[in-house]
Structure formats: C-alpha cells, structure tokens
C-alpha cells in the first residue's frame, strides 16, 4: 500500500485542518488506517484510527472531542478533521495502514506509513 498524506499547514491556535491520505495499491477497505504525529524531540504518538469499515474508531486523550477520523472506501481516502487546534499539536503526521483486524495505537503495528504533512499551530 502507498500512502500520500495532504492537508498540512499554518493555522492559528482554536482553527482548524482536515488531512487526506490517499491510499494506493491493494484493497483499501481491507486494511484499518491510522494517523500518527511526531513533534521535534518526542516520540512518534498515536493520533487516530479506524477500522477498515468504519465502525470502530480510537483517538488519543489528548484529541478526542477535537479531531475526527473518517474514511471514505470509494475514494481509498482517510481524512483527519482537526477543530479547535493548539500549539501542542504542532507536528509532522503520518498516515499509516495495516491489514490486523482492529485498531492499534502502536507505531510498530502498522506495516505502511506514508511521507509525514506538516501542521504547524501559532498561538
């Protein structure tokens, strides 16, 4: 599977961004997807993921009520809704893909990661 992350930028603190991640290569739907971010000099952190229908997602505290996964098996796209963003957000993110059966929250869970989009938020 290739992934191709879009969507980053600058945005000021309380905005918002969605993130893409076309997906390329084998059966999409057959795979759970996730996002992961990592900040300069911090560890790469689970964001976001979801299962290969749908029906079951898992975010990180530190998003939940603020970000959104979603995915769309017609179109081999997963999307990132960011809201009410904080400069603690501020990181490069990773669309990741694996064909497990439920979601994972471990970096080395996942077998495809695409090349990271930058999200920068000012204060």
């Known amino acids: 599977v290739q992934l191709q992350a879009s969507g980053g930028g600058l945005v000021q603190a309380g905005g918002s961004l969605r993130l893409s991640c076309a997906a390329s290569?084998?059966?999409?739907?057959?795979?759970?997807m996730g996002w992961f971010r990592q900040a300069p000099g911090k560890e790469r952190e689970f964001v976001a993921g979801i299962s290969w229908s749908g029906a079951q997602t898992d975010y990180a505290d530190s998003v939940k009520g603020r970000f959104t996964i979603s995915r769309d098996n017609a179109k081999n796209t997963v999307y990132l809704q960011m809201n009410s963003l904080k400069p603690e957000d501020t990181a490069a993110y990773y669309c990741?893909?694996?064909?497990?059966?439920?979601?994972?929250?471990?970096?080395?869970?996942?077998?495809?990661w695409g090349q990271g989009t930058q999200v920068t938020v000012s204060s």
């Open positions: 290569g084998r059966t999409f739907s057959n795979y759970i």
């Open positions: 990741v893909a694996d064909d497990r059966a439920v979601v994972a929250v471990r970096p080395w869970q996942y077998d495809f």
